[in-house]
């Protein structure tokens, strides 16, 4: 599920308070506060050339606006600036992004909607000559995810033909009217004609294609993907080949959890994907890479061999894979709060780690594939992120868009504690401006997945606006956050809210051990998962004194019934809803709902498929029925992932004047 997460600020609907709050100061002016954290530019992707020379990446336009643009520049030169690769001649902002280098180094493909706002075409552009970027395409339906055959001959994208809506369930969903059905939008792996842009799709029309990768020689596909819904069937994809001229597709491997980044090796050989348990399609980690060897005798069928574990043992979270050119693997690796890369054998073997750093969230974009550099995304809690690229483990920046923005809260510091047989590592960010001599409260900001992790990263949103706002934040990594390596994920499974409840009550005793904490004075907040942690948090205990849910949910019963992903619920609980009521219930904050006294903001978005508005009712109407302090916020025409700039802020701007009535008295 993509339980991330996602602090998203037009109309809005709110339903009033049940009890009277106590009187209170009017709510402090944020704009400008906000207006700074707006100014920081994002980075969607980088991608370095064949060669190792340049680097693309993507960068918002605008943020409000939803646009962006894709930029390049040469690595070696410092003084090279940086320029702009885009498709539009009207001078309005567009959605750019989906770089692929094509194997010469000076062809460049990519996606734009320059000339047909919300459809995006492909392009191709030779970043070496004076023309402009050609159109190859003129297709009705969602594109992404262009590659080039490993000759450079070829494109395949990936493919949802007539759709009018982005892929995946964080986006609103399209409101049901008359015969409710399943009409599935299949994404396919597609090939497109360069001189004519026909596209031709070639993996089953019943089958939805997450990621893939052209095999060396390019005649098929490795492919991660499933039959059926591919919103609510992420959970039991498989890896599969697909023949590049459409004629047949195989299984090769039905895992046992979940899989992610599919990659052929160079000799042909053999598959690579991570595996573990994952709770979104793209939030990828929690487990180990795992190699698949393939066997083709002449005139047989391509037939797999057994899946292997290349990296036992790991002690943090593969997250993103590439092959080398010498046919050893590159995995991107979080561990205890460091980001990582590494390498190790097709067979397995020694692992040899090639870089690393503490408090740095480093995003692999791409490998070179004739010399040993990389581009990523690199980002801390004191720097905003910026593009780098070069040799790998001594790459450097290559821009300085967010240079000037500096961090408006105080330091960051890594937390470890003990909780039951674990350790378990968090983040203590410290209020701005802090006074050692003073007691200050506590705000515990539970991340979304479960399956997901708080990376030392440059805070958004209530991570930013609460510590800048004289609060201490505490964001943990309870049992079933990545990091801690694959045993360290699994263990909350069948056991939502108890040991990893545990884990944060145990974090918020180190917190106040470790700084002038007032106990008393103390809040929690999240959303997805951890709106319902925070949802579970006030039904288990009276230490938060006011809490913040967004998107959280109430009943894992009624829950498993209303939303449109309940695939994902069965890694973690071992079973449906109708086979293990039990197990559902004891997890559920509305089975201890009387025990409620904490103050509880509950936000929603009214077209939210993932955790549907419903589940924000029930919780609503149960501390309305007790007289616990509450108040609703339905954000409209909004999906799990509020996007609107205006509710993003009024999100800010609510939980902040809630927690400083109940916690700054």
Sequence with gaps: MSLRLFVLSAAIGAVSMSAAPAAQAPARSIG???????????FHETAISPDGRRVAWVEDVSAAEATTAIYLRAIASPATESHSVTASNDGRGHREDGIAWAPDGHTMAFLSDNGSPGQQQLYVIDV???????????????????????DGTQLAVLFVAGSTQGTGALVAYKPDAGVVGEAEEEQRIAIVALATGAVREVSPANMFVYDYDWSPDGTAFAAEAVEGSGTNNYWIAQLYVVRADGSATTSIWKPPLQIAGPRWSPDGKSIAVIHGIMS?????????????????????????????????????????LTWRPDGRILFQEYVDGQSALAT????GGTRTKVWSTPQQMMTLGSIATRADAASAVVQSFQQAPEVYAGPIGAWTAQTAVNAAIKPLWGEVKSLHWSSDKYQVQGWLMYPANFDPAKKYPLVVSVHGGPSAANFPSWPSRWNAVLPASG???????????????EAFTLANVNDFGYGDMRDIEAGVDAAVKAAPIDPNRTGIIGWSYGGYMTMWAVTQTTRFKAAVAGAGIANWQSYYGQNRIDTWMLPFFGASVYDKPEAYSRSSPITF????????????????????????????????????PTELVIYPDEGHAIAKPAHQRDIEERLLAWFDRYLTR
């Design 32 to 42: 400008g506060l906000l207006d700074t954290l707006d100014r920081v530019r994002a």
């Design 593 to 628: 709902i009387k025990k409620v006294k904490t103050p509880t903001l509950v936000l929603h978005g009214d077209r939210d498929s993932e955790v549907p508005t419903p589940q924000g009712y029930e919780f609503w109407h149960a501390l309305k029925a007790l007289n616990v």
């Design 280 to 320: 979104d399609e793209g939030q990828t980690g929690g487990g180990d890479v795992y190699v698949v060897p393939l066997r083709q005798a002449q005139g047989r069928p391509l037939e797999a061999g057994e899946a292997r574990n290349v990296t036992p043992n790991l002690e943090g979270s593969a997250r993103a």
């Design 471 to 485: 609060y201490f934040v505490l964001l943990p990594n309870p049992r079933g956050s990545y990091g801690g390596g």
């Design 128 to 150: 070496d000559a004076a023309a402009p970027a050609r159109r190859v395409t003129s297709v009705k339906g969602q594109l992404a995810q262009p590659r080039w055959s490993p």
């Design 344 to 347: 190790v054998g097709a067979t």
